[in-house]
Nanobody, 125 residues
Framework: VQLQASGGGLVQPGGSLRLSCAVSGFSLIGYAVGWFRQAPGKERERVSCISSHDGSTFYTDSVKGRFTISRDNAKNMMFLQMNNLKPEDTAVYYC???????????????????WGQGTLVTVSS
């Protein structure tokens, strides 16, 4: 079982990045997927997630209108399109997956059992 996150990098404020997460070893069908991030000295926070049972999406307030999460079950991948990036978006971004019965935003990050290795996003001029 492996989740491989990619797409991070250095970008100027206002720029865009697209994170990808390729999953191998199991099918994402029936799994909720999510993106989390952890900035230096801060706790890991949920950025966005997609529930498995109804496809509902969740975004933390600070990224609403700027980030878009998506998934491609056929390719067994998930994505996070990040636009109008801000310095406060700087963090290591992790993809995660888990079988969750309820909406994904009701679960803490510790309840996601499958994690990628993280990809660093740095927003700086």
């Amino acid at each position: 079982v492996q989740l491989q996150a990619s797409g991070g990098g250095l970008v100027q404020p206002g720029g865009s990045l697209r994170l990808s997460c390729a999953v191998s070893g199991f099918s994402l069908i029936g799994y909720a997927v999510g993106w989390f991030r952890q900035a230096p000295g801060k706790e890991r926070e949920r950025v966005s997630c997609i529930s498995s049972h109804d496809g509902s999406t969740f975004y933390t307030d600070s990224v609403k209108g700027r980030f878009t999460i998506s998934r491609d079950n056929a390719k067994n991948m998930m994505f996070l399109q990040m636009n109008n990036l801000k310095p406060e978006d700087t963090a290591v971004y992790y993809c995660a997956a888990e079988r969750l019965a309820l909406r994904c935003n009701l679960y803490q990050y510790s309840e996601f059992g499958y994690w990628g290795q993280g990809t660093l996003v740095t927003v700086s001029s």
